[in-house]
């Protein structure tokens, strides 16, 4: 892989304090060649959200997914353990599985090997002539997992650090919506979106675009309200604190909530909404009766997919009238969707162009500041040792 020195140096103008800063190379975003270097250097060494917790409930419980081109098994176990392993047969690499459901093991439909919940392999017909072979050797191999706030992430970096720990400013956002313990209801899938996966969380965390792209619909949480988290090069999220003009603000025309709103919310809490990354695969926007979650699934450089969630106050889903302001709800945050979808394939198209920008960011960008200097660092730490001696 070729990537220049002079690319590498021009980061730094992308890393300033944001009244300084510039946007990202646009090669960044458009590139097939810098797109594989983002692969290798962040999405099989970060943490890659995969779902939530309550989609798979009790032992034998899975759901699969694919990921960076990655099929994957997301399975509790006898031993309610939550693994997330390949689904690739380790016989001659066949898909086990593209479903989801309740099962006892996994059996291979070409030649029938049988995989556990623990990913051990459990039966393979006919191998008693094959020299050598011992079933204990070929379990399915398995991802690092971890559990935070409900949501179930994965990491293809064994020695990956602990996530956790690095979430702690966004723990207390969400100190009063006890997350882990909402009911998820899942939401659209958006497929082959024709964007790079950095535009979307860019887009998402903009506060600077609302009171103008999105015009009416996001007058009870204007542009200029907004407390930006302070950014420590240990994180792991980059978040936003927006404020409502009155109360119970919320994402649907009326921009009022319309569920219950979350039991243990103070009056201070259901005044505001937070958007926080959690990059690079999962975005969050947090209002008093919902927590929507976005989780990306980067195809190639201009190419995306999103998986829309949903995560209520269990009380909310008791209530006769659940379905209908759901569908309202749902309603709601699709106006503003198509909005931004709108936005994202023409910045895309932008980018393309040999007249493509490095512009400079608003205030109200500082958000986009920090998702650079998160990147960046990445980039650094795994830039080609050959490039970089230069």
């Given at each position: 892989?070729?990537?220049?020195?002079?690319?590498?140096?021009?980061?730094?103008?992308?890393?300033?304090?944001?009244?300084?800063?510039?946007?990202?190379?646009?090669?960044?975003?458009?590139?097939?060649?810098?797109?594989?270097?983002?692969?290798?250097?962040?999405f099989?060494?970060?943490?890659?959200?995969?779902g939530?917790?309550?989609?798979?409930?009790?032992?034998?419980?899975?759901?699969?997914?694919?990921?960076?081109?990655?099929?994957?098994?997301?399975?509790?176990?006898?031993?309610?353990?939550?693994?997330?392993?390949?689904?690739?047969?380790?016989?001659?690499?066949?898909?086990?599985?593209?479903?989801?459901g309740?099962?006892?093991?996994?059996?291979?439909?070409?030649?029938?090997?049988?995989?556990?919940?623990?990913?051990?392999?459990?039966?393979?017909?006919?191998?008693?002539?094959?020299?050598?072979?011992e079933?204990?050797?070929?379990?399915?191999?398995q991802?690092?997992?971890?559990?935070?706030?409900?949501?179930?992430?994965?990491?293809?970096?064994?020695?990956?650090?602990?996530?956790?720990?690095?979430?702690?400013?966004?723990?207390e956002?969400?100190?009063?919506?006890?997350?882990g313990?909402?009911?998820?209801?899942?939401?659209?899938?958006?497929?082959?979106?024709?964007?790079?996966?950095?535009?979307?969380?860019?887009?998402?965390?903009?506060?600077?675009?609302?009171?103008?792209?999105?015009?009416?619909?996001?007058?009870?949480?204007?542009?200029?309200?907004?407390?930006?988290?302070?950014?420590?090069?240990?994180?792991?999220?980059?978040?936003?604190?927006?404020h409502?003009?009155?109360?119970?603000?919320?994402?649907?025309?009326?921009?009022?909530?319309?569920?219950p709103?979350?039991?243990?919310?103070?009056?201070?809490?259901?005044?505001?909404?937070?958007?926080?990354?959690?990059?690079?695969?999962?975005?969050?926007?947090?209002?008093?009766?919902?927590?929507?979650?976005?989780?990306?699934?980067?195809?190639?450089?201009?190419?995306?997919?999103?998986?829309?969630?949903?995560?209520?106050?269990?009380?909310?889903l008791?209530?006769?009238?659940?379905?209908?302001?759901?569908?309202?709800?749902?309603a709601?945050?699709?106006?503003?969707?198509?909005?931004?979808?709108?936005?994202?394939?023409?910045?895309?198209?932008?980018?393309?162009?040999?007249?493509?920008?490095?512009?400079?960011?608003?205030?109200?960008?500082?958000?986009?500041?920090?998702?650079?200097?998160w990147?960046?660092?990445?980039?650094?730490?795994?830039?080609p040792a050959?490039?970089?001696?230069?």
């Amino acid at each position: 892989m070729t990537l220049p020195r002079e690319l590498l140096d021009a980061l730094d103008a992308s890393i300033k304090p944001v009244n300084e800063a510039r946007l990202l190379p646009p090669e960044l975003y458009t590139s097939s060649e810098f797109f594989e270097f983002e692969k290798r250097s962040i999405f099989m060494r970060e943490w890659l959200c995969v779902g939530r917790h309550d989609q798979i409930p009790d032992a034998g419980d899975y759901f699969t997914i694919t990921v960076m081109g990655e099929p994957l098994i997301v399975a509790r176990g006898d031993d309610a353990q939550i693994r997330v392993m390949t689904a690739v047969c380790r016989h001659r690499g066949m898909v086990i599985t593209q479903d989801e459901g309740t099962c006892q093991r996994f059996t291979c439909p070409y030649h029938h090997w049988s995989y556990g919940l623990d990913g051990r392999l459990l039966g393979a017909p006919a191998m008693d002539r094959a020299v050598d072979f011992e079933r204990a050797d070929h379990p399915l191999p398995q991802l690092q997992v971890e559990l935070w706030q409900g949501f179930i992430f994965a990491n293809f970096d064994p020695d990956a650090e602990a996530l956790a720990p690095r979430l702690r400013k966004i723990d207390e956002i969400l100190r009063n919506y006890h997350l882990g313990s909402t009911t998820t209801r899942p939401g659209k899938r958006l497929e082959n979106l024709p964007w790079n996966w950095k535009v979307m969380l860019e887009n998402f965390n903009d506060p600077y675009h609302a009171s103008r792209l999105h015009g009416p619909l996001q007058s009870f949480a204007p542009s200029h309200l907004n407390d930006f988290l302070e950014w420590d090069d240990t994180d792991m999220a980059i978040g936003r604190i927006q404020h409502f003009t009155e109360i119970d603000g919320s994402f649907n025309p009326t921009k009022k909530c319309l569920l219950p709103v979350f039991e243990h919310l103070t009056e201070s809490d259901r005044r505001r909404g937070s958007f926080v990354l959690l990059p690079p695969t999962l975005a969050l926007a947090i209002v008093p009766d919902e927590v929507a979650y976005f989780i990306v699934d980067p195809l190639s450089a201009g190419s995306i997919t999103i998986q829309i969630g949903y995560c209520f106050e269990e009380s909310a889903l008791q209530d006769p009238m659940f379905e209908y302001l759901f569908a309202q709800a749902e309603a709601g945050v699709d106006n503003f969707n198509v909005q931004d979808v709108y936005a994202d394939t023409m910045t895309q198209i932008g980018l393309n162009s040999r007249f493509a920008p490095r512009g400079r960011y608003s205030w109200q960008e500082e958000t986009l500041a920090q998702f650079n200097r998160w990147l960046v660092q990445r980039y650094r730490r795994h830039w080609p040792a050959d490039e970089q001696a230069g």
